[in-house]
């Protein structure tokens, strides 16, 4: 089993930037891909970043490439969201997931990632 747990979220306005964190703990080096996925009220859930555990590969949806970054630091574990020039349109609840298999061709998807955290909220105010 994995454990993920997010923190760093928060209130901020727009034009803001925030980095919010993904700790996994447990049987780690089990995972091969960690994702990030948000939610907003009334919405469907939607992919945000991958990054392949050990290869440090990153892909990104097109609505936040060139503002969002990805990243791991695979000594502690931890895999990070960099969220630059915040918008109001991406509040939402950010979920972290990760993968125990081999699944980069299909990282967008939600119900290729085996463990989930209990997600963060992101505000941003106009």
């Known amino acids: 089993q994995v454990q993920l747990v997010e923190s760093g979220g928060g209130l901020v306005q727009a034009g803001d930037s925030l980095r919010v964190s993904c700790a996994a703990s447990g049987r780690t080096f089990s995972i091969y891909v960690m994702g990030w996925f948000r939610q907003a009220p009334g919405k469907d859930g939607e992919f945000v970043a991958a990054?392949?555990?050990?290869?440090?590969?990153?892909d990104y949806a097109d609505s936040v490439k060139g503002r969002f970054t990805i990243s791991r630091d695979n000594a502690k574990n931890t895999v990070y969201l960099q969220m630059n020039s915040l918008k109001p349109e991406v509040t939402a609840v950010y979920y972290c997931?990760?993968?125990?298999?081999?699944?980069?061709?299909?990282?967008?998807?939600?119900?290729?990632?085996?463990?989930w955290g209990q997600g963060t909220q992101v505000t941003v105010s106009s």
């Open positions: 997931a990760a993968a125990r298999v081999p699944i980069w061709g299909t990282r967008y998807t939600a119900g290729s990632y085996n463990y």
């Open positions: 990054i392949h555990w050990s290869a440090g590969s990153t």
